[in-house]
C-alpha cells in the first residue's frame, strides 16, 4: 500500500523522468541518437502509472493522464520510425505530439498539486 507522501514523491519523480524521456526522444530525433523507450509500460511513468492506486477521488484524472500517456507513447513510436527511415516528420504530427505532451505535464502537474492540497487538509 503506498501511503500519501509516497504517493506524491512517485507522481514528482515520475513527472521528472518523463521528462528526461522527452529530452531523449528529441535527440533521437533531431541527432539520432539511441532511443527504444517507447513502449508506455516500460518507462518510469508508465511503471508508475501500472504499479500505484489512483488517489481517492482521482480516478478520472489518473485514467485520463494513463490515456494521454499511451497516447503520447504512440506518436513518438510513428516519428522514431519516420527518422529511422530516413523520413521527415510531419511538422503537424510533431505539433500534435508536443500539445499532447504540454497537456500530459498539466495533468500530471494538476494530479501532484492536488495529492499535495489533499494532505494538507487531511494533516
Not at 16 to 25: A, T
Not at 65 to 87: F, P
Request: hydrophobic letters at 40%; a neutral charge.
Amino acid at each position: 500500500r503506498v501511503d500519501r507522501r509516497q504517493r506524491q514523491m512517485c507522481i514528482r519523480d515520475s513527472i521528472y523522468w518523463h521528462q528526461d524521456w522527452h529530452m531523449r526522444l528529441m535527440a533521437k530525433l533531431l541527432f539520432g541518437r539511441s532511443f527504444d523507450d517507447i513502449d508506455h509500460h516500460q518507462c518510469h511513468f508508465g511503471r508508475f502509472l501500472d504499479k500505484t492506486p489512483a488517489p481517492p477521488g482521482r480516478e478520472v484524472e489518473m485514467a485520463k493522464i494513463n490515456q494521454l500517456h499511451a497516447k503520447m507513447h504512440a506518436m513518438a513510436e510513428e516519428m522514431v520510425i519516420a527518422a529511422q527511415k530516413n523520413k521527415t516528420i510531419d511538422e503537424e504530427q510533431f505539433d500534435e505530439f508536443m500539445e499532447a505532451q504540454s497537456l500530459f505535464f498539466s495533468l500530471t502537474s494538476g494530479l501532484l498539486r492536488s495529492a499535495i492540497e489533499d494532505s494538507v487538509k487531511r494533516a
